[in-house]
């Protein structure tokens, strides 16, 4: 739970797989969850392809309790793109609340999403939304090549020169973005 009532996060809660499993078997499953909190708009921060049994059954379940549904590709083990954050931020701006955001394991892409969501929308400083939702409690370990999600947050404060998280992803991270995800690759 990132804000009670209004923002939640989740791992991957349908298909086969160990949350998914474990969800269903306490109960918290994305029918359960959907239908508790009443969510309206479910963001998968997997993307999406109807090749995937999770991928249809998440679908299908959106549909049945008329929770909107969208996709936004990001990856746990690169820097978000640009147009990805562009689309997350029009999301929770326009989009009907409350909302649940998952990725696979709920760690480490729904962590810097939570962490965007607290600064940018709650007002929350950036250092106590990063110790709320980007930690090893959800199972993010920034030692892991899942640390780009912290290398995203110090690219900002790094290269922000006082503008706010919102202003620096819409103005100056996308020219930032080639260079520093080409000069990431290479060191990879």
Same mark, same amino acid.
């Given at each position: 739970m990132v804000v009670p009532g209004r923002v939640y996060r989740s791992a991957?809660?349908?298909g086969n797989n160990y949350t998914a499993d474990t969800a269903r078997l306490i109960g918290d499953?994305?029918?359960?969850v959907l239908r508790r909190y009443h969510?309206?708009?479910?963001?998968n921060l997997r993307g999406g392809n109807m090749a995937n049994d999770y991928?249809?059954?998440?679908?299908a379940d959106c549909r049945r309790y008329g929770a909107v549904h969208v996709d936004i590709s990001?990856?746990?083990h690169? !820097? &978000?793109? @640009?147009q990805s954050l562009r689309q997350l931020?029009?999301?929770?701006?326009? !989009? &009907?609340? @409350?909302?649940l955001f998952h990725c696979q394991g709920g760690a480490d892409r729904s962590g810097l999403v939570g962490a965007l969501y607290?600064?940018?929308y709650q007002g929350v400083p950036l250092q106590e939304a990063l110790r709320r939702e980007l930690t090893w409690r959800y199972g993010h370990f920034a030692f892991t090549a899942a640390g780009r999600m912290n290398d995203f947050f110090a690219l900002y404060q790094r290269t922000s020169h006082g503008l706010s998280l919102r202003d620096w992803i819409n103005t100056v991270y996308p020219n930032l973005y080639p260079k520093v995800s080409r000069s990431a690759a290479s060191s990879n």
């Open positions: 991957q809660l349908t499953d994305l029918n359960d969510i309206r708009t479910v963001i991928y249809r059954q998440e679908i990001m990856s746990a690169h !820097l &978000p793109p @640009p931020l029009a999301a929770f701006d326009s !989009l &009907p609340y @409350p909302i607290l600064n940018i």
